[in-house]
């Protein structure tokens, strides 16, 4: 079992130890593989204590949250302190968990508000979105300049023939079909003859379970909307009628827009 243990220690240093090798050496160093059932302040304590024996220690970092669970970082006041204590404490067993240490990626806090480099958080989130808006208007023109020139588009307007045009007052509209709306628990109906009332629709739709009310729209004969208890009621109801013929016209249903 002890052989067991000190195998699993060294394989554990030497991972710690080559990925400390990619991070360039600073004051911090990221220790993982901490024992979670441990409470935070007590291996806050405790890695205080074991660690000062390297060095001056600025502070510990530990945190609650899942996602950094089982993670520490000590900051000591300057490099040489932070590798001795790598080099010395990887793969050591602190709460029977061989912890597993290496330079933190990044510059701690207290220490960049030391050194005069610190930026605060929120201002470093925006500026990294600022920076991801500007590439992505900057591809957006170098597209536009790769394109070839098109009338209408990135040249002179094209002849009004060749504008899809829907009529009416409205002016130029794309003639690409409308999305349709997502499932939902509301049909829209059409096609229904203009004499049709909203008792024969009900007969239609009561058979289907959670029917809720059927609502018709005096100024637009030929359409109704249709209300279920929830979406997957009204999507049986739907495939269950659709094409219904009604004096022999097929009616038409959808999922109505909210």
Known sequence: MEMMQQEEVAAAAAAANKAGSEVTQNQTIYINNLNEKIKLE???????????????????????????????????????????????????????????????????????????????????????????????????????????????????????????????????????????APPNNILFVQHLPHDTTPEILQNLFDKYHGFKEVRMVAAKPGIAFVEFADEMQSTVAMHGLEGFTIQQTPMRITYAKK
């Open 42 to 180: 007590e291996v806050k304590k405790s890695l205080k204590e074991v660690f000062s024996a390297y060095g001056k220690i600025v502070e510990v970092l530990a945190f609650k949250t899942l996602k950094h669970k089982g993670q520490a970082w000590v900051v000591f006041d300057n490099p040489e302190s932070a590798s001795n204590a790598i080099s010395k404490m990887n793969g050591y067993p602190f709460y029977n968990k061989p912890m597993r240490i290496q330079f933190a990626k990044t510059k701690s806090d207290v220490i960049a508000k030391a050194d005069g480099t610190f930026v605060p958080r929120e201002k470093r989130k925006r500026h990294e979105e600022k920076g991801g808006k500007k590439k992505k208007e900057q591809h957006h023109d170098s597209t536009r300049v790769a394109m070839p020139a098109y009338p209408g588009v990135y040249g002179s307007a094209p002849p009004l023939s060749q504008v899809p045009y829907s009529g009416g007052g409205g002016g130029v509209k794309s003639n690409l079909p409308e999305a349709p």
